[in-house]
């Protein structure tokens, strides 16, 4: 089964819950990429869960943003 790549708007208190949701409890889904309009916060989501981070605005294979 192909994973379900997830592009994650916001870096946030939510925004960060939701990142370690889709990264660790949900298998069927890929944390694919992080975007956040606060300097460093994306990145920071990016370096707790041990993933390069990628721009989810110009990311063609994220098939669905939340």
């Excluded at 069927?28 to 606060?38: D, I, T």
């Amino acid at each position: 089964m192909n994973k379900l790549n997830v592009g994650l708007i916001g870096a946030g208190r939510m925004g960060a819950f939701h990142g370690e949701t889709l990264a660790y409890r949900l298998p069927q889904a890929k944390l694919y990429a992080v975007a956040a309009p606060a300097p460093g916060a994306a990145e920071k989501i990016y370096k707790s869960i041990r993933h390069k981070c990628k721009s989810i605005l110009r990311s063609d294979g994220i098939n669905s943003r939340s």
